[in-house]
């Protein structure tokens, strides 16, 4: 019987190591947001805001998809090509053979499924250690889009309507004033299903197994190589989500476009509180890391910093996360 009252247990939970770094999270975001609304009188107009927003979703959801496969200790270098490549097959079924929207963006879902479940496959099954494997997906995805495009642009102005999944605004019909576009939705969407899917199903349950100790839950009976590859092909899929906004964004698929998309996917992964040993993570803080690295990158844009100096930054920021992750993990 525990000797702790019902309020002290509350404080407890509140004040958890997760929910710290959530709330240090959602500070810096705070913080970020007023300092470049004092340093530039542009950052807060409804334009710049909204691609702030436009951004965030296609970020948020890589990292998303990211936030899977490195709570189980892993990592996805390739989450940036797989996105293009993505994007390319949507092109490939709409635009050069004609096929409705829908059928578009099923394959655009399912070749994501596909390109993670190889993944999966040569990490659970060959034991190729996942930055190498990954790596060279990354590699291979992206020759594929190159060769499958002719290292050309696929545009969908065959599929008008294509444009409705992030340009358009659903929210705007009804609330002028709050033209948030479609892909924002798309990102809450995903961001809870895929909340849900950590928290509430086996899958979630053995997405922290694995990162927290793989081999306890191989001896308890568990086929460690099949929820492993299920996660990576989960991984995938949700990076097929991201290319259909990016394509409807650009409203092209742009073959050369994806590498480096990883990192910052990755680091928001880190900033929002998951870690890179694996067995803790939210999609909240992962939604809160993709919304700093957007203001970020936004506000250095607008204060005209060098593009070479943004990359420097960026990088750093990527530095101190992991390093925080290491002084959270020995705490």
Do not use: H
Request: proline share 3%; hydrophobic share 55%.
């Amino acid at each position: 019987m525990s000797d702790l009252t019902p309020m002290q247990r509350l404080k407890n939970k509140l004040f958890s190591q997760s929910t710290r770094q959530k709330l240090l999270a959602f500070a810096s975001l705070v913080g970020l947001m007023v300092f470049f609304s004092a340093a530039s009188p542009n950052f807060l107009q409804t334009d710049n805001l909204v691609g702030i927003l436009q951004a965030t979703a296609v970020n948020g959801v890589l990292a998303i998809a990211c936030t899977f496969v490195i709570i189980t200790s892993g990592i996805d270098l390739s989450v940036g090509t797989l996105m293009t490549f993505c994007a390319v097959m949507a092109g490939v079924f709409m635009t050069y053979w004609g096929l409705p929207m829908y059928v578009g963006v099923l394959a655009a879902i399912l070749f994501g499924a596909l390109a993670g479940w190889v993944s999966g496959f040569l990490i659970a099954k060959l034991k190729i250690p996942p930055f190498i494997a990954t790596l060279g997906m990354m590699m291979l995805l992206k020759g594929l889009s190159l060769v499958i495009s002719g290292t050309k642009p696929i545009y969908f102005n065959d599929t008008p309507n294509f444009s409705y999944i992030s340009q358009e605004s659903f929210i705007g019909y009804f609330f002028p004033s709050l033209p948030i576009p479609n892909a924002v939705l798309i990102l809450f969407v995903v961001a809870v299903v895929s909340s849900l899917i950590l928290n509430k199903t086996i899958l979630g349950s053995y997405t922290f197994a694995l990162g927290s100790n793989e081999e306890a839950v191989r001896l308890s009976g568990v086929n460690v190589d099949r929820w492993k590859i299920i996660i990576y092909s989960l991984n995938g899929a949700i990076c097929g989500v991201a290319g259909l906004l990016i394509a409807s964004r650009l409203n092209s698929a742009q073959p050369a476009l994806g590498q480096g998309y990883e990192l910052d996917a990755i680091a928001a992964v880190v900033i929002g509180g998951t870690s890179l040993s694996g067995g803790a993570g939210t999609i909240l803080g992962t939604i809160i890391g993709a919304f700093i690295m957007s203001v970020l990158t936004n506000g250095l844009r607008i204060m005209s910093v060098a593009q070479e100096w943004q990359t420097v930054i960026t990088g750093i920021i990527i530095i101190l996360a992991v390093y925080a992750d290491i002084l959270r993990r020995r705490k």
